[in-house]
């Protein structure tokens, strides 16, 4: 019986990701690569040649692309360390809401190889780059003025700096010079 049990709960995944990918007109090939997965992956898992992934990773990218909790799969098994989403997701997510984008239509935006990137950065797997011109291609896409996400890019590296041993107080005045530096350059420069 847990046999049946289990092919119900695969069937009922397979068929959300394959509703899904119906219904946006999704590419297999573009939802594999936005998963980081690869193509024949993603026909197993609709065929159901193999079991539905139980991996949290996959599925909560699974979860981002089709804009869903990843809770809605039976097979998601909550994570012992709870994923915090930092504001700077949050207010890309409020930004993508914003403009009525789907995740699909967002991730679309970029190219291939950034998709999985920005699929990780929305389920708080990872923080907004530190490469300036890939986040000033985020800012592009949603329509983000230069000094609002250069504030969140400064955030950024303030943290990266503090976490690798740099001490603001004892040397603020190089960390003013700094910022004061790559912000002239950012308002300056016309990327976005």
Request: proline fraction near 4%.
């Amino acid at each position: 019986m847990s046999a049946k049990k289990n092919s119900i709960i695969n069937m009922k995944s397979s068929e959300m990701l394959y509703n899904f990918l119906e219904s946006t007109h999704l590419h297999k090939k573009d939802f594999a690569q936005m998963i980081g997965v690869t193509l024949s992956y993603v026909y197993n898992l609709i065929d159901e040649t193999i079991p539905f992934s139980t991996r949290s990773t996959t599925l909560e990218r699974i979860a981002v692309v089709m804009d869903i909790s990843p809770e809605e799969f039976a097979e998601y098994k909550i994570p012992q360390d709870p994923i915090l989403i930092d504001e700077t997701t949050e207010f890309i997510r409020e930004k993508q809401k914003e403009k009525k984008l789907t995740t699909v239509q967002f991730l679309k935006a970029f190219p291939r190889k950034q998709r999985l990137e920005i699929v990780d950065i929305l389920r708080g797997a990872r923080p907004i780059p530190l490469d300036w011109e890939e986040v000033s291609v985020i800012a592009q896409v949603l329509d983000i003025s230069k000094e609002e996400m250069y504030d969140f890019w400064e955030e950024r590296l303030r943290k990266l700096l503090q976490s690798s041993g740099f001490n603001f107080e004892n040397n603020q005045g190089l960390a003013k010079a700094m910022f004061d530096c790559a912000r002239n350059y950012v308002y300056k420069n016309d990327s976005i």
